[in-house]
């Protein structure tokens, strides 16, 4: 992303704060908020990106860490607090599963200060992807993961910051390598306990239809455990044809959205949702009117199922 200077982020929500107050959207009752996610717009600086959220009438933004961190804490607070919306998640800064152990390392040994500065702004909350298969048997690859994780929890302990592991649902994906890893919500969760208080789940309503999941696992789940949620819908297709840059929009496949958002709501979840429907949005279409046809689905979905 192209860097903007400070005065930059202040001038951008001077400027349009007013537009998206009179549209702002959140699920009144609940604490849920719809949070801009960058598979709407392509890409896009992240001041840009963070007014376009607020332009468009979302609660919320996803949230560039390493841009916002480039700007600082002051300057990104003030971005946010000026266009009136809520920072939902951001990526987490490293993988805690790469096969580079020195990468590991490094990224731990930055993690207290990128934990810290996430907070500062109001965003304690961060994804990574659980591989859902590997060249490496399951057993051995648990205990790596396992250890690297209760350190990363550790540390994010101190911070009062929660990491959600994303599980994969689709079969092309745990079948792609040897050796399955984890991939059903269940498991995920029984991992994500296991690796201590900071470690929870990414709810993708994607990956969890895919996984078979359901209602049940979300309350299982519980609020403490549901870092953050993404949402798309799927089409009726055979496992063996489910590819992930094939999704829909909220509302037009067959995914049980009701049920999801509801179970939701029997936690108390009340953080971003992020509607992330991957290779669904026209190519060559506008940031603008992508962000609108995620917000426009995703609001949809909501009221059906009572919760905005």
Not at 7 to 26: E, K, M
Not at 150 to 165: C, D, M, N, P, T
Not at 269 to 288: F, T
Request: charged fraction near 20%; glycine fraction near 10%.
């Amino acid at each position: 992303m192209r860097n903007s200077t400070r005065r930059d982020f202040i001038n951008l929500a001077a400027g349009v704060a007013s537009l998206g107050a009179a549209t702002r959207v959140s699920a009144a009752g609940t604490g849920m908020f719809i949070s801009l996610n960058s598979s709407l717009t392509g890409k896009m600086t992240w001041p840009d990106f963070a007014g376009l959220a607020a332009k468009a009438g979302y609660g919320g933004t996803d949230v560039n860490l390493a841009a916002a961190m480039e700007q600082g804490v002051e300057a990104t607070r003030k971005l946010l607090t000026g266009l009136q919306i809520k920072p939902g998640v951001t990526s987490f800064p490293f993988s805690p599963f790469t096969k580079d152990e020195a990468a590991f390392r490094s990224g731990m040994q930055r993690l207290d200060e990128t934990a810290g500065f996430a907070t500062a702004i109001g965003c304690p909350r961060a994804m990574t992807v659980l591989p859902p298969s590997s060249d490496t048997p399951k057993a051995e690859l648990r205990k790596l993961y396992k250890d690297r994780l209760a350190a990363v929890s550790e540390i994010l302990v101190r911070h009062k910051f929660r990491l959600g592991l994303e599980f994969l649902g689709p079969l092309y994906m745990h079948t792609r390598l040897p050796h399955e890893f984890i991939w059903r919500m269940d498991e995920a969760l029984e991992f994500a306990k296991e690796c201590g208080p900071a470690i929870g789940l990414q709810l993708d309503a994607w990956h969890w239809h895919h996984a078979g999941a359901t209602t049940a696992d979300i309350i299982a789940a519980g609020k403490s455990r549901i870092v953050s949620v993404h949402v798309s819908d799927a089409r009726k297709q055979p496992p063996e044809d489910v590819r992930d840059n094939e999704r829909l929009l909220p509302g037009e496949g067959v995914i049980n959205l009701t049920g999801f958002f509801q179970a939701l709501q029997k936690i108390g979840y009340e953080d971003a949702v992020s509607p992330e429907p991957l290779g669904r949005i026209p190519e060559g279409a506008s940031p603008e009117n992508g962000a609108r046809l995620g917000l426009e689905s995703t609001l949809g979905v909501m009221r059906k199922a009572g919760v905005a």
